[in-house]
């Protein structure tokens, strides 16, 4: 197996070598690894630097990057884990330097799931986490963490996969990587409280081409019943800019404000909040103490995420303004005069063209037009 040497954050390991004219490199070894996702381990390294839990299962180790980071840049006990045998060998040969708090397993991730507990559990398959969910559910003692790479289902482009996978129906809309997220907590959500859990999100994004949940679980059905009260639907207008929100298991129809014309539902999603801020604020104290290959990007990642209000959709500003054929102003202009009309206002870690505000179109169109 030829293989390269790599460093991450404070950790070295070793990757199969990949060639660079691969119209996708990670694919063209037999044991995955995208350079990509490093700002996604970043995080999470940097997160568990501070809740400390007992234990963490990294469930598709593949060269074993983010549970080696994990044992050694958060000295957590870690349990990595892989089905495939020659994964196996990488991570057990990655893991010789780390050995005293790492065990390395040769198992299906539903299989090691369905068998053992820990206090975190770590999904990070290729494409869809869905398959992985309920068994994930029981073996995750405080916390689950997941990624899904599969955004055009869950963004609606590819519609027919999302609601397959993911049991609602999502749809291509102007904010769709919020979509995105939120059906894939909503799925996440409704696979745990099944068992009488509660979830509460503590640092959730969308990035690029992944979605990231951190997540927080308990026992008790009447954790079960507040988590259920944050489900529901986004409801948009097919013919102007004009949505709103609907908390319930089942949509109800509805109209327009605006135009009349009827709502077309999307869900059932999760509706409320997606980060603790408080926690979020530790990070960031954190986090110019941690060896990070990604500071920069994160620390404005976070900011974006503590400071983005609670709504679950936003609006393109540029494409408001195409639409009444108006010159924006700046988006901070925006916001500001948004503020000044006595309505909440800010920006969105999902794109820096998108405004969060709960102010009517009609304020919109005065505030991006200057006031």
Known sequence: MDLVEIREGKTTFFIQKQNPDHAFPPGSATIFFNKKMELNRDVTTLLLSIIQPENYLDTMGATGVRGLRVANECNIRVTINDRDSDAVDLIEYNAKKYASQIEV????????MSG????????????TPA????AAAGSAKNYLFVTATDTAPLCGAHLKAGMR??????MNTEYHSEVGLRVLLGF?????VKYDRGV?????FAKEHFVRLHLRVANGANRADETMKNLGYIHQCMKCPYRTEQNGMLPKAQFCEECGAPLEPIGPLWLGSISDRSLIDEMLVKLPEMELGKSAQIERLLTFCR????????????KLSKLWKLSPAAIDVVIALLKEEGYEASRTHYTGIGIKTRAPLEILKKVIRGG
Do not use: M, W
């Not at 053992?116 to 494409?127: E, H, I, N, Q, S």
């Not at 996978?165 to 999502?170: D, G, K, L």
């Open 131 to 134: 398959p992985f969910i309920d």
């Open 165 to 170: 996978r993911y049991f609602a129906r999502p």
């Open 200 to 204: 509460v999100p503590i640092l959730c």
């Open 188 to 192: 996440v959500v409704r696979e745990i």
């Open 116 to 127: 053992r507990r820990f206090d975190a559990v770590d999904l990070d398959p290729f494409g």
């Open 307 to 318: 400071d983005e209000l609670d709504t679950s959709t936003f609006y393109d500003y540029h």
């Open 105 to 112: 397993t040769e198992a299906d991730a539903n299989v090691i």
